[in-house]
């Protein structure tokens, strides 16, 4: 199996299905396994949602009662109770976005969606491979440079 043969599994709640860009979705997901130097076959499976749908989840698995933009679920490297097959894909986790979210934030920041959406991808995806931005403010700062970085190499940076 080669890198190409990634599988990102997207699932966009019908009232948002005609503004999300799946293949933006795609290459956010791509950029940032290819910088972060993810090699081989890996599946992510995201979901485009509401507020409401976010707020579900962040009540049942972060205790939080209140919607938020992303929200990720990594694979545990050592949950021995599912056995996936040898040449599987490595499973890399879910992500989850409120497209209310999408839309609000990029209005309060001033840039387009597509940016917020690759931001939010990008950013659930750097959970996925370990980054996490709540341990410290040197690990915050290192995300958040990582972020842009990815963002630039998709031409969708602050500046642009």
């Known amino acids: 199996m080669s890198d190409s043969e990634r599988t990102v599994d997207i699932q966009v709640v019908p009232p948002y299905a005609a503004y999300v860009d799946s293949a933006l ?3 956010a997901v791509e950029c940032t396994l290819q910088m972060e130097q993810v090699a081989g076959p890996v599946e992510v499976g995201i979901l485009i949602t509401d507020d409401a749908g976010l707020q579900r989840l962040n009540q049942a698995y972060r205790g939080v009662d ?3 933009d992303v929200l990720s679920f990594a694979e545990a490297d050592d949950d021995s109770a599912f056995v996936r097959p040898p040449d599987a894909p ?3 986790g879910d992500i989850a976005i409120s497209w209310e979210r999408v839309v609000a934030q990029a209005a309060e920041y001033g840039h387009s969606r597509e940016r917020e959406l690759a931001f939010l991808v990008v950013h659930g ?3 996925l491979l370990g980054y996490d931005h709540e ?3 040197a690990d915050e700062a290192d995300m958040r440079a990582r972020e842009e970085e990815i963002l ?3 031409g969708l940076s602050r500046e642009e």
């Open 25 to 27: 979705i795609e290459q």
């Open 66 to 68: 209140a919607p938020t």
């Open 90 to 92: 490595r499973y890399l």
């Open 125 to 127: 995806m750097l959970h």
């Open 135 to 137: 341990r410290s403010p």
């Open 152 to 154: 630039r190499a998709l």
